[in-house]
RNA sequence: GGCAUUGUGGCCGAGUGGCUAGGCAGAGCUCUGCAAAAGCUUGUACAGCGGUUCGAAUCCGCUCGAUGCCU
C-alpha cells in the first residue's frame, strides 16, 4: 500500500505559489489545505490574494476564508485544525497538498508545535500593558527571573518574544523553556515531499510591485474602507491593510501608501527567503518551472 | 563673460577645525500559539588638486561640475 504523502509549495510571496499547488493537486487528483495566515480570515480578500473563484472551483481548498478576524486564531489552532482535516483527507487520499506563505504554520503542519496550555488572554493583554507603562526592561527583569534558561536564548529586545514567554510562565507556573521539548517533531503518520520555487531577487521585487498594482485595480481601497472600523484587530495589521489606514486616517498620500505596501511586501518576501533557505529537504524549482519535470522529481520523492 | 550660491556613501540629509549624525533603499540574520508579526546586524561618505594647521568634510587658493541672477 502506498504510503501517505504531503506535498507542501512554499516559496517567497507572489511568485505563484498557489498555480502550482493546483497543477500539482490536479495531477493527483486530490485537495488543497492552505497555510496562509492571512487568507483565513473571510473578511480579506483582495489584499490577501486568495485564490480566484475560478482556482477555487478547480480543485477543492482548505482553510481559505474559513475564520473571521473577530476570532482569534493562532499556529497552535491551525496545526489542530489542520492536522485533523489531514487525517480525514487520507482516509480519500494518498496525497495531499499543502501551500502557503507562513513558514511557521507550514512547519506546523509538516513538523509540529510542541503543547502548551491554553493561557488566559488576560495575561498577555496586561503584559502588553505593562510594555506600553513600564517598557521593555521590566519584561527582561520578569523573565530572567521567570525562566533564567529562556533569558539567556531570547533576542531580549523582542518585545513579542518576552510575552510569549512570560504569558507561558505567568499561566502555567512553569518556565517556558520547560515546554520546549520538540515531542511532537518528525512523528507524523505522511512522508513529507517540499516544492520551494524561488527566482532572482529582482524577478521576485517586480512581480511583487506588479501584484500589488493588480490588487489596487481590483479594489482593495474599498476593501480596506469597509474594515477601517475594526483596524486595530490583530488580523489587520497585515501589509496592505495597515498602509491604507495610514491613507484614510490623512497621515499619508495614496500614492505614500501604494509605495510603502509594495516596500513592505518587498521585505516580506525577504524573510520569508530566509526562513526557507535554512530548512533541510526542499526541492527548488525556478519560477519557469516545466510542470512535467516537477511532478517527475516529485514522484521520484515519494517512490524513492 | 560678470556676480552669487553650491558640490557629503545608491538616494535624502545633519554637521562649520579634532570625539566616525540620522533616515530610506540594498544586503545578511533570528524565529515554537500576534508570524504579511516582532527583533537584530551591516557603508569613516564628504567633487579634484594644492596650501594653512599638531590635526580639515569643515579655513584659504585653483580646477571641474551644478544652480540662480545680471549683461
Not at 486530490?30 to 497555510?35: D, G, L
Not at 502557503?100 to 512547519?107: A, F, H, M
Not at 493583554?125 to 505593562?130: C, G, P, R, S
Not at 526542499?282 to 516537477?294: G, H, N, R, S, T
Request: charged share 30%; proline share 3%.
Amino acid at each position: 500500500m502506498t504510503k501517505k504523502t504531503l506535498i507542501s509549495v512554499v516559496g517567497p510571496t507572489a511568485i505563484g505559489k498557489t498555480a502550482l499547488a493546483i497543477k500539482v493537486a490536479n495531477h493527483y487528483g486530490t485537495e488543497i489545505i492552505s497555510a496562509d495566515s492571512r487568507q483565513f480570515f473571510k473578511e480579506m480578500r483582495i489584499g490577501t490574494a486568495v485564490p480566484s473563484q475560478e482556482e477555487l472551483a478547480s480543485v477543492p481548498h482548505h482553510f481559505i476564508q474559513h475564520k473571521s478576524i473577530f476570532e482569534p486564531y493562532s499556529v497552535g489552532d491551525y496545526e489542530r485544525e489542520a492536522l485533523s482535516k489531514l487525517e480525514f483527507l487520507f482516509k480519500k487520499k494518498d496525497v495531499v497538498v499543502v501551500v502557503g506563505g507562513s513558514g511557521l504554520y507550514v512547519d506546523a503542519i509538516t513538523h509540529g508545535l510542541d503543547h502548551f496550555p491554553k493561557i488566559d488572554p488576560e495575561i498577555r493583554q496586561n503584559l502588553n500593558e505593562e510594555l506600553a507603562k513600564k517598557g521593555i526592561t521590566s519584561l527582561q527583569e520578569q523573565l530572567k527571573v521567570l525562566d533564567p534558561d529562556y533569558y539567556n536564548k531570547v533576542d531580549l529586545n523582542n518585545p513579542h518574544r518576552l510575552i510569549r514567554a512570560l504569558e507561558v510562565c505567568l499561566g502555567t507556573g512553569a518556565p517556558f523553556s520547560s515546554f520546549l521539548k520538540r515531542s511532537n517533531t518528525s512523528k507524523r503518520p505522511f512522508r513529507s515531499v517540499t516544492l520551494g520555487i524561488s527566482a532572482a531577487r529582482e524577478i521576485i521585487y517586480d512581480r511583487i510591485n506588479q501584484r500589488v498594482d493588480l490588487m489596487m485595480d481590483d479594489g482593495l481601497l474599498q476593501e480596506v474602507k469597509s474594515l477601517e472600523e475594526h483596524k486595530d484587530l490583530n488580523a489587520l495589521q497585515t501589509v496592505g491593510y495597515k498602509e491604507l489606514f495610514q491613507y484614510l486616517k490623512g497621515d499619508i498620500d495614496l500614492e505614500t501608501a501604494i509605495g510603502e505596501i509594495k516596500k513592505n511586501t518587498r521585505r516580506f518576501s525577504k524573510r520569508q527567503l530566509t526562513w526557507l533557505r535554512k530548512k533541510e529537504g526542499i526541492i527548488w524549482i525556478d519560477y519557469k518551472y516545466d510542470l512535467a519535470q516537477v511532478l517527475s522529481k516529485v514522484e521520484l520523492n515519494i517512490t524513492g
